[in-house]
């Protein structure tokens, strides 16, 4: 029997912050997830929900398959827990497999050794089962991650990381990743019948996550993965493919803007837009952010403006904070969340936030401003909320 028809322990990870907008999604794609924290959640299931999982997560960097979890104190540990598992119902005899190694608290911290100590024991594992494997085949990528005492060996089953939906071909300058974008829409007050705002573009990432989450659009759709390669697991992708396609409400209203000061950043946003099959949802035009405004009373801002060393520093990013903060206070039934590490932002802006919380770009750390808009006139009186009532995230984290 092939050990992709049993029920798995899939491992999902997110950048760190956004694991608790991760499990949502799980929930609201009917699983139930286990705790969230460490980047990770974990939920049980079978194949089909490994593909759900690839194809329709937003904020999800990776999905694994916990393997095996065993003490390894020791690399002798290591190598028997290893060899334990049953590789010959895993990977053909042609697999290639490739080890990587994470060590964290552990006596076992050369990941070079871990590495080849785990390389080592499927290959004898397999050898003892078909003889010597010949790797010319699909490659299997395993993670050997020890923590403390504990070994957990996962198998990759995404190939290219998430966040590369298939739709970004050039990068424009300090992009955000795309899960990163999804994760900070997630966490937001914007609901895809609410006008949606991104005053500093660039590349069009965060509006196009938008059109997707507003078309209900699986983020998978466009792109391919490593699972369904795998020559012992069932054929699962075309049904969750066709289950994604027909979930897509074309006929979505939303009302999405893009803007950015750069044509040419405009130009990639609209390619990559159109790429996304995103073009109709969203409509990019070249608009100074110190000048914002919208023909909407009420609305949602989610954005990344310039910040760090290498577009715009000092004095110069203190004046468009405040430009930008200036305009958007004239907005006032409008939300803003906004992405910086910039230390001196609210001081710049004009306003304190909130709500602030801890996200990384990619290795960098930010903080995700939120400004709460006043509530719309016609609510004010029936509820302290008005249409910006925070989400479960938003209280809950
Ligand atoms: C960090 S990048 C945004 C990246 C974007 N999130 C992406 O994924 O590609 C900041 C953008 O702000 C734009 N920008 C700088 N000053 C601006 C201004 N005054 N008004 C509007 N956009 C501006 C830059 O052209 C750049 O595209």
Request: charged share 30%; with cysteine.
């Amino acid at each position: 029997m092939s050990f992709f028809e049993g029920g798995l322990t899939i491992r999902v990870s997110a950048a760190s912050g956004t694991e608790a907008v991760l499990k949502r999604e799980l929930i609201d794609l009917g699983y139930s997830p286990g705790g969230a924290n460490l980047g990770r959640v974990d939920f049980n299931g079978d194949m089909r929900d490994v593909a759900r999982a690839n194809i329709f997560l937003r904020t999800a960097g990776r999905v694994r398959i916990l393997l095996a979890e065993f003490p390894a104190r020791t690399f002798d540990e290591l190598y028997e827990g290893t060899r334990a598992f049953p590789w010959e119902e895993l990977i053909p005899r042609d697999g290639a497999v490739a080890v990587s190694a994470k060590s964290a608290k552990s006596k076992l911290f050369s990941l070079r050794d871990i590495q080849k100590t785990v390389k080592k024991a499927v290959a004898e594992r397999m050898a003892s089962r078909f003889g010597n494997m010949s790797e010319r085949g699909e490659r299997y990528d395993v993670e050997a991650s020890i923590v403390g005492d504990l070994c957990s060996l996962t198998l990759d089953t995404s190939g290219a990381g998430l966040h590369k939906r298939g739709y970004r071909v050039k990068l424009g300058e300090a992009p955000i990743r795309e899960t990163l974008a999804a994760a900070m829409l997630l966490l937001s007050v914007w609901r895809a019948d609410r006008p949606f705002l991104d005053p500093f573009c660039g590349s069009g990432t965060i509006p196009i996550e938008a059109a997707l989450i507003g078309t209900r659009t699986a983020p998978g759709l466009g792109r391919g993965f490593a699972f369904e390669r795998f020559s012992f697991a069932p054929p699962v992708a075309e049904s969750v493919r066709r289950e994604a396609e027909e979930l897509i409400d074309r006929s979505a209203k939303p009302r999405i803007r893009g803007g950015d000061i750069d044509e040419s950043a405009l130009a990639l946003a609209r390619e990559h837009a159109a790429r996304a099959g995103m073009s109709g949802y969203i409509h990019f035009q070249r608009q100074d952010a110190r000048e914002i405004s919208s023909r909407f009373a009420h609305g949602v801002i989610v954005t990344n403006p310039p910040y760090g060393e290498r577009l715009m520093r000092g004095r110069e990013l203190s004046e468009l904070y405040a430009s930008f903060g200036r305009a958007f206070s004239r907005m006032e039934e409008w939300s803003a969340y906004v992405i910086t590490s910039c230390p001196s932002f609210e001081r710049d802006f004009g306003r304190r936030a909130d709500r602030v919380r801890v996200l990384y770009n990619s290795e960098l750390e930010c903080r995700f401003y939120r400004f709460l808009g006043a509530p719309p006139a016609r609510l004010r009186e029936k509820d302290a909320y008005g249409g910006d009532k925070p989400s479960d995230e938003e209280k809950g984290i």
